[in-house]
């Protein structure tokens, strides 16, 4: 079973930038989907991002589209998400989630593998 750990959040203001990595404990294949996911107090698990493996294509929730950036690195098994011009309402615990069968986008319930969250706090 695969195991994702995330790392990269914090404390920024608004308009800052952070970057998010999501690092995978064995190897994934083409097949592999990766997608980032966040929850606000109060609020559902949104999506926000999601690239394959193999190839490269990209998804993106309409908020985020201009400002963040998903991308990978086979090699080190690890994806990230450059988030530039922060604003308050992207406050959230982040998730990277992954899925073996490839056919996965914006639906988290189509991720069977999550990691355990990291906290992006953008002040105004």
């Known amino acids: 079973q695969v195991q994702l750990v995330e790392s990269g959040g914090g404390l920024v203001q608004a308009g800052g930038s952070l970057r998010l990595s999501c690092a995978a404990s064995e190897r994934t294949f083409s097949s592999y989907v990766w997608g980032w996911f966040r929850q606000a107090p109060g609020k559902e698990r949104e999506f926000v991002a999601a690239?394959?493996?193999?190839?490269?294509?990209?998804h993106y929730a309409d908020s985020v589209k201009g400002r963040f950036t998903i991308s990978r690195d086979n090699a080190k098994n690890t994806m990230y998400l450059q988030m530039d011009s922060l604003k308050p309402e992207d406050t959230a615990v982040y998730y990277c989630?992954?899925?073996?069968?490839?056919?996965?986008?914006?639906?988290?319930?189509?991720?069977?593998?999550w990691g355990q969250g990291t906290q992006v706090t953008v002040s105004s």
């Open positions: 690239i394959r493996r193999s190839g490269g294509i990209t």
């Open positions: 989630a992954a899925d073996p069968t490839g056919t996965a986008r914006v639906q988290a319930s189509r991720y069977p593998y």
